[in-house]
């Protein structure tokens, strides 16, 4: 069984982009039943903005990942880059330092796949 980590690099200039990484990672647990953790990075924590224009796709998006018990995190300092805050973002998306996770998901096993 794979280990994945879905990052989610891309920002509001490619919607396409965005969907895609969120139907990645739960068709990866349901159709090849892998571990898989997502993460937004880089300019792709905009699409955890509920603020933003498409915040209802995103919100059912993310509760997707929820319900298959894919953990959800965000880059604090990708998140200070693009001017979000915590009130910002979605509820229930944990906080990290992306370099920090994304060396540890490595450190155990996980392929990194980005979007």
Same mark, same amino acid.
């Given at each position: 069984m794979a280990k994945i980590l879905v990052m989610l690099i891309t920002g509001k200039e490619n919607i396409n982009s965005e969907m895609v990484s969120f139907n990645f990672a739960i068709n990866a647990v349901k159709? *090849?039943? $892998?571990? +898989?953790?997502? %993460?937004f990075?880089?300019?792709g924590v905009q699409a955890a903005n509920?603020?933003?224009k498409s915040s209802p796709q995103f %919100? /059912?998006?993310i509760e997707g990942l929820k319900k298959l018990s894919i953990p959800v995190k965000i880059c604090e300092v $990708? %998140? *200070?880059g693009e001017g979000l805050t915590? /009130?910002?973002?979605f509820p229930g998306i944990e %906080? +990290?330092?992306g370099g920090v996770e994304a /060396? *540890?998901?490595i450190q155990d096993g996980y392929s990194v796949i980005t979007f």
């Open positions: 159709n *090849a039943r $892998s571990t +898989v953790e997502f %993460m990075l880089g300019r509920k603020k933003q %919100m /059912d998006q $990708s %998140m *200070a915590k /009130d910002d973002i %906080m +990290v330092y /060396d *540890a998901r």
